[in-house]
């Protein structure tokens, strides 16, 4: 009960950081946003949606969007199995500091992909789960990616685009120390918070040594083997 316990104080602590740190990204997010070409970005994106889908009828269903994760903040630090998702054709890398709208184009295609009738993946963003990082079309076998220092593909890119070069260079130079001081805040605390969310594993691994050896797996085999004729009932 103990260590019950301090597992959700630590938790707790982890996430606090987190929502800490966080604010300093946003605040990068709004000062880079003050300097970006948004009809630059707009016009990607319609470019992209134009490709990809003018020559496609209309459709009677919109495509399902399924939201999913591809990342993750862990005790081991930034984790994402990116390489293993996208096995394309035609991979198109969008790299770009925060507040470029990296975002705003994946949204632009996911939304273009959904109305046209095409069931779409979309992997969302493990520090903010409203933004869209990265969007799987399987039936055309194309997918995008967002690419920063905390998260990138080994795979080959059919085509990238950085959002950086839309950015007024004085915009940067003004707001220079704070763009660095937000950066260096950011990945300090994210450090803090991970290493939080480390110590709450071992805490958490230690309770499973309580648990496991007095475990009735056979009694958890039944259970589900019950629960799933009975689902099995229902079907029919």
């Not at 919109?62 to 054709?89: C, H, M, W």
């Not at 409203?130 to 799987?136: A, G, N, P, S």
């Not at 959002?163 to 990945?187: A, G």
Request: charged content about 30%; hydrophobic content about 35%.
């Amino acid at each position: 009960m103990r260590d019950n316990k301090e597992v959700g104080r630590t938790f707790r602590r982890a996430y606090k950081y987190i929502k800490g740190a966080y604010s300093f990204y946003e605040d990068n997010m709004e000062i880079i946003s003050w300097g970006i070409d948004n009809a630059k970005v707009n016009s990607v994106a319609n470019d992209f949606v134009e490709s990809l889908f003018d020559d496609w009828d209309e459709v009677e269903r919109e495509g399902s969007i399924r939201r999913l994760f591809a990342s993750a903040i862990t005790p081991n630090g930034y984790v994402n199995y990116l390489s293993s998702l996208l096995k394309v054709d035609r991979l198109y890398t969008l790299k770009g500091k925060p507040g470029t709208g990296t975002e705003k184009v994946i949204s632009k295609v996911m939304e273009a992909a959904s109305s046209k009738g095409f069931d779409v993946e979309a992997y969302f963003c493990a520090l903010n789960p409203q933004k869209v990082e990265h969007l799987i079309i399987p039936e055309l076998n194309v997918a995008f990616t967002t690419s920063n220092e905390y998260h990138n593909c080994n795979e080959k890119n059919f085509m990238e685009i950085d959002l950086d070069e839309f950015i007024d260079q004085k915009i940067l130079d003004k707001y220079k120390d704070e763009l660095e001081y937000n950066k260096k805040q950011f990945d300090s605390i994210m450090e803090r918070a991970i290493k939080t969310i480390a110590s709450a594993k071992k805490l958490h691994d230690r309770m499973e040594a309580y648990y496991i050896p007095n475990m009735d797996y056979e009694a958890i085999q039944t259970c589900y083997e019950v629960t799933l004729a009975r689902i099995l009932e229902c079907e029919e």
